[in-house]
């Protein structure tokens, strides 16, 4: 049998007896059991960890806690409804025999009291950002800046886009004693989750990139959006501080809502902005307060991305020398703003997709100057209920309006832009598909070498697929996109 050794240098996060009784949770088994990681997916069960038994639309984590266990999971936390079939499931398994079973009326309300408690234990300044759409992009932006400012080893940030309320909370078991700020994206897809997630971090800053259509489908529209958002200041007292953006058309309503003070940021509102220019595929030459930044992601919108770090900078009093330089590091993440080049030169930005990133895309790419063919490869924008057909419709009437010389549709939901297409002074080629294969197919067939291409979709369109096809053809090179900058493992 296992014991329930603690392994050298592990940091014990909680003993698993005390967090039951931080959750209001009973235990059967082992109180003394070292929780030193958290997480969801039996998988990465490890040794010493705390496996969280959720319930989600395709499977049920208790189904699960058996593999955990043997992956070295020694604490596991459970619905209380569950406990005998739990208790059966591992009844042989003589790892279990070291395990501590915590029983709770809801594993995600405990996972989220678990993480608040561990996060309460650690004190750092905390950076939080939400917003419809340049979340991620906003927090790595940030994160380098920060990470060129800071010493080593204690800046602590959420990996890739976890910012959901289960997200965060894993996240936030990531902090150590040796982290002195923390930077952690906060996204919403329901009514009620930003109060979970306010109330697990408790942001000193809170940045809101925008408030714009994703996930308009769920929440009916900008407005209530802008309600649910802004409850990301729920626990300001007075300290805090909003950075908003300074043309979001409601800035207004979020900064009556901020209990502390509110400062902007943007072309005009970053302090220290001087000279821009726009590179085209190569981002942006940026002076702020007398340093040159070379900013590598392309787009306005990615610009307004790199004002918001620098914004953090000045109100964090940083120096401009190493703040420059850690934005100057700031790449492409995988599927946003990402440049492909080979026999064709790619623009994938498919990792998310809604109807004002949808239009700042076409709008960058009908500005990017070209002596060979312009093609567009759009999928369907997801989550945007009774909106979408109208939705489509529109990026389909500005899809035609851009100079493109084709334009391939993929998706059901792009039905209402191929419709408006054909209605439209549209004269190049149109195809639609709901089959990647087909997609795949027919865009091989038609590009050429020198073709521009974007391709932008909602993450659930798998446009990746697309990408993985111009690579094995040898129409662009391999990726080795980093996530992030030099501070992203």
Not at 146 to 159: E, I, K, Q
Not at 279 to 296: C, P, S
């Amino acid at each position: 049998m296992e014991s329930n050794r603690e392994t050298p240098g592990q940091q014990i996060l909680f003993r698993a007896g005390e967090l039951a009784g931080l959750i209001g949770g009973t235990c059967r088994g082992d109180l003394d059991a070292p929780i030193c990681s958290v997480v969801a997916d039996s998988r990465a069960a490890a040794q010493n960890s705390m496996f969280v038994a959720l319930r989600g639309e395709r499977t049920d984590g208790h189904r699960h806690i058996p593999e955990a266990v043997q992956n070295g999971a020694r604490t596991i936390l459970a619905e209380i409804a569950q406990k005998d079939a739990v208790l059966a499931s591992i009844h042989d398994l003589d790892e279990a025999r070291a395990s501590c079973l915590i029983f709770v009326e809801s594993p995600r309300d405990g996972l989220q009291q678990a993480a608040r408690e561990y996060r309460k234990r650690n004190t750092l300044l905390k950076i939080g950002v939400t917003g419809s759409s340049g979340k991620t992009t906003t927090k790595e932006c940030i994160a380098t800046v920060l990470s060129a400012c800071y010493p080593a080893g204690t800046v602590a940030m959420s990996p890739g886009n976890l910012n959901s309320d289960i997200g965060l909370a894993l996240a936030l078991f990531d902090i150590r004693p040796g982290h002195t700020i923390g930077i952690f994206e906060m996204g919403i897809n329901r009514r009620g989750e930003m109060d979970e997630l306010a109330n697990m971090y408790e942001p000193d800053i809170a940045v809101v990139t925008n408030i714009g259509t994703a996930h308009i489908g769920i929440f009916g529209s900008r407005e209530e959006i802008a309600k649910e958002k802004s409850k990301i200041f729920a626990c300001f007292d007075g300290r805090q501080k909003a950075l908003l953006w300074e043309n979001d058309e409601y800035k207004t309503y979020l900064a009556s809502k901020v209990r502390g003070s509110v400062e902007y940021f943007g072309l005009q509102s970053t302090e220290g902005l001087g000279q821009v220019e726009n590179l085209g595929l190569k981002g942006w030459k940026v002076e702020w307060k007398n340093q040159r930044i070379d900013f590598a992601l392309p787009g306005q919108h990615n610009l307004l991305n790199a004002c918001a770090a620098l914004s953090i900078a000045n109100l964090l009093h940083l120096d401009p020398v190493c703040a420059s330089r850690g934005l100057s590091s700031t790449r492409p993440l995988f599927g946003r703003s990402e440049i492909r080049e080979g026999k064709i030169t790619v623009l994938q930005d498919y990792y998310n997709a809604n109807p004002d990133s949808m239009a700042a895309a076409i709008e960058f790419f009908a500005e990017i100057p070209s002596r060979h063919r312009k093609i567009l490869v759009l999928g369907s924008m997801l989550e945007l209920g009774k909106e979408s057909a109208r939705a489509h419709e529109k990026v389909g009437l500005m899809a035609g309006a851009v100079g493109s010389n084709a334009i391939f549709l993929f998706g059901d939901d792009m039905i209402a832009a191929e419709t408006a297409l054909k209605s439209s002074a549209f004269k190049g080629t149109l195809f639609w598909t709901s089959d990647m294969d087909e997609l795949s197919d027919a865009i091989l067939n038609f590009v050429q070498e020198g073709d521009l291409v974007l391709v932008k979709g909602s993450r659930g369109m798998a446009l990746e697929r697309l990408t993985r096809a111009f690579e094995e053809e040898k129409l662009i090179a391999p990726s080795v996109s980093k996530v992030g900058g030099p501070h992203a493992s």
